[in-house]
């Protein structure tokens, strides 16, 4: 059975290796479905993995948040443009020729 730190292990490779997410995300399902099916009645551990989940619902909320922000900041500078001193020279010096 997969341990609690190791499942926390598997939770922040998610985040370390985002390239990788679809085959990391199958594989710590996976590995809380294992634990979930041999972690039995035993209240004490059931409480223990309830924590956890907990933290990681509460990281995964503000993954969100902030993916959706950056998202947003990402749309209005595609819509607005970011001044470039390297384009404005390039204009100016095809203007002049």
Do not use: C
């Not at 995300?25 to 479905?33: I, P, R, Y």
């Not at 004490?44 to 509460?58: G, T, Y």
């Not at 947003?72 to 404005?88: R, V, W």
């Amino acid at each position: 059975m997969p341990t609690l730190k190791q499942l926390d292990t598997a939770f922040n490779d998610l985040w370390l290796h985002t390239e990788q997410l679809p085959t990391l995300l199958e594989k710590w399902q996976e590995l809380v479905s294992e634990h979930l099916a041999e972690l039995g009645d035993n209240k004490k551990e059931l409480d223990a993995f309830e924590e956890r989940m907990n933290f990681w619902q509460k990281v995964l909320e503000e993954n969100r948040t902030l993916i959706q922000a950056h998202q947003s900041t990402l749309k209005e500078t595609i819509k607005t443009g970011e001044p470039s001193p390297k384009k404005d020279k390039q204009t100016k010096a095809y203007r002049k020729g």
